[in-house]
């Protein structure tokens, strides 16, 4: 991402203090970060402080050069990769939508033709609502610009209501999403499934087991990054839910087989990352099973089996991934699996090898087809997810 450049602007809003902590993310996942502030900015922030977490020089002036001589507003442009500009003021985006172009800031954004141009709207909610503001937001929109929804709560100035600018690690997903891959799954529809299913003993105890959706939701943002339509099936997780993904929770094994029927019909690839539960109790107790002296005896039936449902209803042209976590034989064990439930392709690992398996960041795969055998590294599971998908695309290409 070292080429990726990421132009900031800030305006004069209190929320300027967290856009700190956007280009401090933003610089620590190798993006350039280039901040462009207006005058009123420097009243809520140093620029001192960009300076420092950037390395670049913060732009205020208008008529600021680099050491080429070259006019700073239209460099800067050409080396955008995606413009934010958070928070926006009512000001600027008055401005940006009728041309206006008085400073830095304003002379950038409209040098910036080719890139795309976000604007995370933050000020008084009365300002918000305001039918001019809101006229000027459509405004931007016809033009191209993206508009982050403000979210709502209690305002600098006491209000309640919508006006406050998202935390940066919100805003940080509309740029990773725009600039973090090329957009190869364009027009492509993904089914994801995650996390771990829940099968109820009684109304206090379950049966579940220890994924935490890391490898799902992973593969969730990477598909929507890489421009997929995303329908992203969850067990209960404790993880945010990603934010370009239509997010189905459920909680049992049948629920989510209904959800993944479903959702399956028109999904030009599936991948089928969940640890669904094999068994559930056949009978589930109305009341809290009491402590006794006995020994106590669960009487269990098998769960619908999902990826067999989906590999017997495969339609021409989809590509269904299915996920193995094995201790032993991984290898001889996902090729059954691939087989008997009429895959294309399973991504296995070994929970016995470090780095692998439930509730870490990182993921140690071997990627396995009726032809080949692919064994990834020790990865993140984000980029674990993308190397998968990877492989998804040159399979669908043969």
Known sequence: MEKKTVVLGVTGGIA???TASLASMLV???????????KNATNFINPIVFETLTKHKCLIDTFDRNFEFSVEHVSISKLASVVMIAPATANVIGKLAHGIADDML???????????????PAMNTEMYLNPVVQDNLKILENYGYEIIKPAEGYLACGDIGPGKMP?????????????A??????????????????EAIDPVRFITNHSSGKMGYAMARVCAARGAKVTLVTGPTSIPKPLFAKVIPVTTAKEMFEAVKEASIDADIVCKAAAVADYRPKTVSEEKVKK??????LEMEKTDDILLYLGKNKKDGQFLCGFSMETENMEENSRKKLEKKNLDMVAANNLKVEGAGFQGDTNCMTLITKEEKIELPLLSKEETASRIIDQILKQMKK
């Open 106 to 120: 304003t002379t950038t954004v409209m040098a910036c033709r080719k890139c795309k141009k976000i604007i995370a």
């Open 167 to 179: 935390e940066p690690n919100v805003l940080y997903e509309y740029i990773y999403r725009e600039i």
């Open 16 to 18: 300027a203090y967290k």
């Open 292 to 297: 006794s002296e006995d020994e106590m005896f």
């Open 181 to 198: 891959y090329e957009k190869d799954l364009a027009g492509k529809k993904v089914l994801v499934t995650a996390g771990p299913t829940r």
């Open 28 to 38: 620590k996942n190798g993006y350039d970060v280039q901040v462009l502030m207006t």
